[in-house]
């Protein structure tokens, strides 16, 4: 390899060199650790991170990144923001968790409400995987019905009910589900349907088969496909949702404060009848909660209410999350200003990519919804998640490589993310290291299209 990529073996050997300590605890951990459950990003290089604030994350050799994950988009406001940091030191000082009713909840209730536009009610949990779980349980509750309709290329966290991935031998309009990974029962496969994203065979198929469904789940902008075009198809689940009797839950786990204060529903001017939220909204602390429509949220009130589920948890609702979340929420409804400016750093991030990578004729293009954005490695269009080929893998690969050895996390495969943080300054230093880290890739001959 190195022979034949002479940049990419230079770049892995200077990374090698000023990463020992993080080798060593790669290493020591391999004996004790599986990664997997503890949430890593699958970096060209181990790298263990020791601190983190603002935009950068420091590693245990002492190197300092440009971090584009924030924690796989969880800190809007970057690592460390004083005003969270402060909360929770306060909090820490009180007692963090009693698990029953603490005076901390009403405050980030309230914000919640406030800012989700679906929002007559709210139940906390600890993860954006909770989240989806139990709206699709109060959608089936609710409804008496038991299937929940998701889409090709979604993501709605790692219980069972959204472990599907599609067969790629199926019809683009009739996509046929396959477990991701073992473990998945076979008969959950019978309680969800899988349906095209962004076309309208998926309407077709929700007015069909109306009496069997009891929700659809769509996120508020694919985070495997970030693209405006999102909008349009979320408007045109709400009309047949409407039409249907299927509750449209909105997956805002991502979404949620990040494309807009008030998420997806706000920034495309659309309500579900249950949406989801996670990341952002607990400060970076672990949080999911649903909002919704009280009659759809009555479920939650006990197994003694109408239609009523089991719902709870240990640290649901816990006061340390609660005052990191409000700090956070807090902080953003303070200053609206902070949207159109990260928005207009990840188009502009975006729109010099794509513009080096046509004048320099790279099939590389960077999609983006305001400050989420992804770097596909491929010149095809992509419209849907199927539309996607993992045909420059090698690449990707040394890119990922490129940009880490000139002091940029990129997260891989994983969805990346500029914060408040984030200056104009490090949005051009983003722009050089991309832009020099793809000239070395084409220079190394690693593109094959
Ligand atoms: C859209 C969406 N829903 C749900 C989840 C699951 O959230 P968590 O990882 O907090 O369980 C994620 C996680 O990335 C997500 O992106």
Redesign the pocket.
Known sequence: MSDAAPRLAAARAELLAKTPRCREISEERAEILNSGLA?NLEMPHPIFLESGAGCRVVDADGNSYIDTSVG??LHMLGHAHPEIAEAIRDRAGKGWMFGIHSTTQMTLAELLADASPCAERVVFCN??????FYAMRAARGFTGKTRIGLFDG?????HDY?MFVTDPASDPDAPQPLPMGHGVPAQIAETILLLPYRRPAAIEQIQARKDELAAVIV?GVQ?SNPQPGAGEFLAELREVCSDTGVLLII?E???GFRVSYGGAQELFDVKADLA?Y??ILGGGL?I?AITGRADVMETFTGLSAKNGIFSGGTFSGNPLTMVAGSAAVGHLKAHPDIYPRVNGAGDRLAGAINGFCREHQLPVQMKNVGSMFHLFFQREQIDSSRDLHAREQTAEKAFYLQTLNRGVLVPGTQ?AFLSAAHTDADVDELIRVFSESLLDVQADGLFVG
């Open positions: 949430a796989f988009g993860t954006g995987t909770e989240a989806t979604c993501y709605h966290g790692a959204g996120e985070s997956d786990v991502i979404t989801t996670g990341k672990p999911g969805r």
